[in-house]
């Protein structure tokens, strides 16, 4: 157990620890107490940090929140927060709807026993196919090039430049 201990010791010293500069890398007379006595300086120091980033949490909140209000009350801020809220309505209830059909056939797939790894794997698909799809399709929606044309916007406008 002792020996585990060392080990794990080494190795969280070894994380915490700068790189060694050349000049000691060079020297090669520091000692094991040195340097563990230098990487716990430095996670002091790190941990020190830290906790003065922690300390200048409160009055940096304060400021993002006054920020977000100012942001809120400006006629971008207000449309922005309804396109959010509409986007959150909207989301949810396709989730809610997607997942009222959907649920019985997952609870199916779920409660399938399989015999052999071909079935388990088209189980699988299944699974991650009926999991994930409202995810997919709203990636796709979203994500597709918005800029597509239809045959019949190219037609049109390949006839308007020659009329």
């Excluded at 050349?22 to 000692?31: I, L, T, V």
């Excluded at 906790?51 to 009350?73: N, S």
């Amino acid at each position: 157990m002792s020996w585990l201990l060392s080990v794990f010791c080494v190795a969280v010293l070894s994380l915490a620890a700068p790189a060694p500069a050349p000049a000691h890398a060079a020297s090669g007379d520091q000692s094991i107490a040195e340097w563990s006595i230098g990487a716990l300086a430095e996670s002091k120091a790190r941990i020190e940090s830290l906790a003065a980033d922690l300390a200048q949490a409160p009055g940096e909140t304060r400021e993002m929140t006054d920020q977000t209000r100012k942001a809120l009350m400006s006629g971008t801020g207000v449309r922005g927060f309804t396109y959010l809220l509409i986007l959150l309505l909207v989301g949810s209830a396709t989730e809610w709807l997607y997942w009222t059909y959907a649920y019985a056939p997952l609870r199916a797939l779920q409660s399938t026993t399989v015999q052999t790894p071909r079935e388990a794997l088209r189980a699988g698909l299944r699974r991650l196919t009926c999991g994930y799809g409202p995810v997919s399709a709203a990636c796709e929606s979203r994500c597709g090039p918005s800029d597509r044309r239809r045959p019949s916007d190219t037609a049109s406008a390949a006839n308007g430049r020659q009329g």
